[in-house]
């Protein structure tokens, strides 16, 4: 195997997907689905983000390419959601979650200063995202997520 499409090189995965659990239960399925994340992608060196919007979600996985194969397979087959549909994929020279092996940002029409950050002016349709702009929604959020965590610290 060579450095590129070695087991262990960095890589980046991203997808979307669809809830197909009631709206109201999400927050606690959230909370679930985070609390495994982070037991399983320590183990594995995966890191990473989990942006939910209304039933969609659009997450990224980070770390050594069959570590993230293998993680990406398991929520695959997880009936919490359905029709996952990969944005992109591939190698990456660095993390861009390295802070979290899984943080959740849960996002509704009513976040509309954040989404008017984003440029999604009040709206945001993961169907429409392909790899360059659900990375930059995704840092965004980053972005968000780490103000957030700064000001609840002080
Ligand atoms: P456990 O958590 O012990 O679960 C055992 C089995 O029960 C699994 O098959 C699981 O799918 C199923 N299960 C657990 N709770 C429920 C429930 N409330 N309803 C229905 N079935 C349930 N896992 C990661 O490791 N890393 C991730 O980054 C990650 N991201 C995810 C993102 C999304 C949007 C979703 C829906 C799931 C995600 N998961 C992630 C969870 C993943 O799908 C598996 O459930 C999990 O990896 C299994 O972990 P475990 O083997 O420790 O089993």
């Known amino acids: 195997m060579n450095e590129i499409s070695g087991s262990k090189t960095l890589h980046r995965l991203m997808y979307r997907s ?11 399925a959230i909370t679930s689905i985070i609390s495994t994340s982070i037991r399983n ?6 890191t990473g983000l989990l942006l939910v919007y209304e039933d969609d979600c659009i997450q990224a996985l980070e770390g050594p390419a069959e ?9 695959c087959n997880d009936p ?20 979290w092996n899984m943080c959740a940002r849960r996002l509704t029409p009513a976040d509309d200063a ?20 659900a990375l930059r929604l995704l840092k965004s959020i980053r972005g968000i997520q780490e103000r957030t965590q700064l000001q609840a610290m002080r």
């Open 114 to 133: 954040i989404l008017k950050t984003l440029g999604a002016h009040g709206t945001l349709d993961p169907a429409r995202l392909d790899g360059r702009k």
């Open 41 to 46: 992608n320590r183990q594995v060196a995966i």
């Open 80 to 99: 919490r959601h359905e029709t996952p549909i990969v944005i992109s994929a591939g190698p990456v020279t660095a993390r861009e979650f390295g802070d």
């Open 18 to 28: 669809h809830f197909t659990i009631p709206r109201a239960d999400l927050d606690e």
């Open 67 to 75: 570590a993230v194969l293998t993680t990406y397979g398991r929520i």
